[in-house]
């Protein structure tokens, strides 16, 4: 059948002219062409000369909360939990990748870096295997909407075509390779050496006249005690120990302010003056890793001054090209991190971001150094996805269902370490703020108390759910404080300092709400806030989480044990979270939900169940005891001990695990053993 839809990923002159517009004059028929991202030529030209063979063109408008599959799935979260990883495994099982990696054997971390680099990238990435794969459903979906018409897809050709080619082929549409807009930062880092490109970001982040302070020594390394590096992402909060923070295992752990070094990597919550003499006044050091997270270039900045030289596949196809570019990735990467961790006498990091290919990396180094890798558990997983495979030393997991997951998206962990739900040793810490809170909305008239957590929202629609949708979050419960006198409403958002701006014209709504004395709005924090979803929970009477998908906070204020439910406007009905049943804790809408809070609330005893997340709290977490974070620091206080005493990494974690052991029970210590290799895709296969 001829296509009559063409759908352009990004319509640029060159495209156009080279490959989309002679197709179309192949066909033969007159169609309909939308682009999705366009230059102003190649729009132009495309308008003016497909108007010559009875083509229009048109933009293809759409929002990502409106782009769901046949079953009503969002096609955000099916291909990040599903389809990302039949993709995945096609990539693994080509002979090019099989044959690069069995060159590699000595190097597994490698091995894990280049499987993981495959998928996980940001959707706004251009030549990312994600885009690719949502925006080939972006089109299906349109075209169910143009009651099944044929069509064909315009896609940029990038590494691994072929397979996201086959994937197109099964979803029912044919994908066609086009010249891909040129990179221009990948084209640098090929010109230029890896030394000239780090003074490159120093330059950017800083401006020339800061060079003299690259060519000098701000890097303040200290030799000493064997260090404990941290990631920080955004929460310190030293002086409140009722906040969260990154350094939350710390207060118990027997663990000395010298033997922490904290990490800033973060362009948009940097190390600063203020923020550098706070750390110091505790006791502790603290290190940017990137030009862009120091304020200024006087900041303590680690700098490398080892650079490895990388191999170049100028010829060869797309993937081998793709492959060594990876490869050199990984080995940078690689030598970055064993540098600081020599330079700074770091034997342990910990982050919880697992999430892309940098850990595995990171891992590589510390077993060269000596050292460890430990991450730990920060989100509610209930569903594998390949953008949660890990390959670390240490994981400390809520529970041993994380654990299943972690076995299914196929992790490696030396040491999976069960501890409980992280941040639980807040709650007691948060009953006499969370208490103030509720008396100030009670004496202007609150008889009944709703917490709202939600998540952030992007500008562009199409890649996030976006600030409309968030808008509608918001409404319904701005509207019944503002004609209910005796209900209140605390809201707690994940990004406090944009949510007026995302709200638009819904914030002078929220202003109305202020007004009554009975809507208090939890928004301090540099960047995240400073108030945990806990102490929002403790000072209302139920809890709304607006995104059933990311349930973690939810999981928090259930655990806090306020009631909570989840609105489900995403249409994720896979969720285990659904066993907690619909009607009781789950809503698909605003209207039904609140139908069914009127009538809990006025029915003698309540709707039973309502908001009671027990039949799945002990599957989450089995300690439930507030005291996860020290368990946390005290293992790894025993790692540090180990290795203070001169023990090698694989004594110093051997004698740190059987201590947990013997101190919390055998059960929660396991190993995982996942791997990439085409037999244990078939021997998984062969077990579920």
Request: proline content about 6%; overall charge positive; charged content about 25%.
């Amino acid at each position: 059948m001829t296509p009559s839809l063409f759908y352009i990923e990004n319509l640029t002159l060159r495209a156009w002219l080279f490959s989309i517009f002679p197709r179309l004059i192949l066909a033969g028929v007159p169609g309909q062409c939308f682009y999705i991202d366009s230059s102003f030529p190649g729009r132009l030209a495309a308008q003016v000369t497909g108007r010559l063979i009875g083509h229009s063109i048109k933009r293809l408008n759409f929002r990502m909360i409106d782009v769901r599959d046949e079953q009503g799935l969002l096609i955000r979260l099916r291909v990040a939990y599903q389809d990302a990883a039949e993709v995945q495994d096609d990539i693994i099982s080509q002979p090019l990748f099989q044959e690069w990696l069995c060159r590699r054997k000595d190097e597994p971390r490698l091995q894990s870096f280049l499987a993981k680099s495959a998928l996980v990238s940001s959707s706004l990435a251009e030549s990312g295997l994600w885009r690719a794969l949502y925006l080939t459903q972006v089109c299906l979906w349109h075209k169910r909407l143009m009651e099944g018409k044929s069509a064909v897809f315009f896609l940029g050709n990038r590494p691994w075509f072929k397979v996201i080619e086959r994937y197109g082929s099964r979803q029912g549409i044919p994908l066609i390779p086009v010249a891909a807009r040129p990179q221009p930062k990948q084209r640098l880092k090929r010109l230029i050496s890896a030394k000239n490109f780090d003074r490159l970001r120093y330059v950017r982040a800083h401006g020339f006249k800061a060079l003299s302070f690259y060519r000098g020594n701000s890097d303040n390394s200290q030799s000493g005690a064997r260090k404990l590096a941290v990631e920080y992402s955004g929460q310190l909060n030293l002086d409140k120990p009722q906040s969260p923070s990154n350094l939350f295992f710390w207060p118990k752990s027997g663990i000395k302010p010298n033997e922490l070094l904290l990490l800033y990597s973060m362009h948009n919550d940097r190390l600063n003056p203020k923020r550098l003499a706070e750390i110091k006044k505790h006791g502790l050091e603290a290190l940017a890793t990137h030009p862009a997270a120091a304020s200024d270039p006087a900041m303590p900045l680690f700098r490398p001054t080892r650079f490895p030289r990388p191999s170049n596949a100028r010829c060869g196809n797309l993937e081998l090209r793709w492959m060594e570019e990876q490869t050199n990735e990984f080995h940078r990467r690689r030598v970055f991190w064993r540098e600081l961790f020599e330079r700074h006498n770091v034997k342990t990091y910990l982050s919880w971001y697992k999430y892309d290919p940098v850990p595995f990396a990171i891992a590589a180094a510390l077993k060269e150094t000596g050292g460890v890798l430990a991450l730990y558990q920060r989100a509610l997983e209930l569903i594998p996805a390949r953008s949660l495979t890990m390959d670390t030393d240490i994981h400390f997991s809520f529970s041993n269902m994380s654990e299943n997951i972690a076995r299914r998206d196929r992790s490696r962990v030396r040491y999976n370490v069960v501890t409980g739900f992280y941040s639980d040793y807040l709650f007691p810490l948060l009953k006499e703020p969370a208490r103030a809170l509720r008396e100030t909305l009670q004496k202007q008239g609150a008889k009944r108390i709703i917490a709202l957590l939600d998540e952030n929202s992007l500008d562009d629609e199409r890649w996030h759910t976006g600030h409309e949708f968030q808008r509608g979050q918001y409404r319904l419960l701005l509207e019944k404080v503002i004609a209910e006198p005796w209900l209140g409403l605390v809201i707690k958002p994940k990004v406090p300092a944009t949510l007026r701006r995302r709200l638009g014209p819904l914030a002078e709504l929220l202003g109305r709400a202020e007004t009554t004395g009975r809507c208090l709005l939890l928004e301090t924090g540099p960047l995240l806030s400073s108030h945990s979803p806990a102490e929002a929970a403790l000072a209302a009477d139920i809890v709304i989480h607006a995104h059933l998908c990311a349930g973690t906070a939810a999981l928090e204020t259930a655990l806090a044990g306020t009631p909570t439910l989840l609105m489900d406007r995403e249409g994720w009905s896979i969720s285990p979270l659904y066993r907690l049943g619909e009607g009781r804790v789950v809503f698909r809408r605003w209207d039904d939900l609140w139908k069914a809070l009127n009538e809990h609330w006025n029915r003698e005893g309540g709707i039973p169940g309502f908001g009671d997340w027990s039949p799945l709290l002990n599957e989450i977490d089995p300690f439930r005891d507030g005291r996860a974070a020290e368990r946390m620091g005290q293992y790894l206080h025993w790692l540090l001990q180990g290795f203070n005493e001169g023990l090698e990494r694989d004594v110093a974690l051997a004698r740190a695990a059987e201590r947990y052991a013997q101190a919390w029970g055998q059960d929660k210590i396991s190993e995982i053993r996942g791997s990439w290799t085409p037999q244990a895709k078939e021997m998984e296969t062969a077990r579920l």
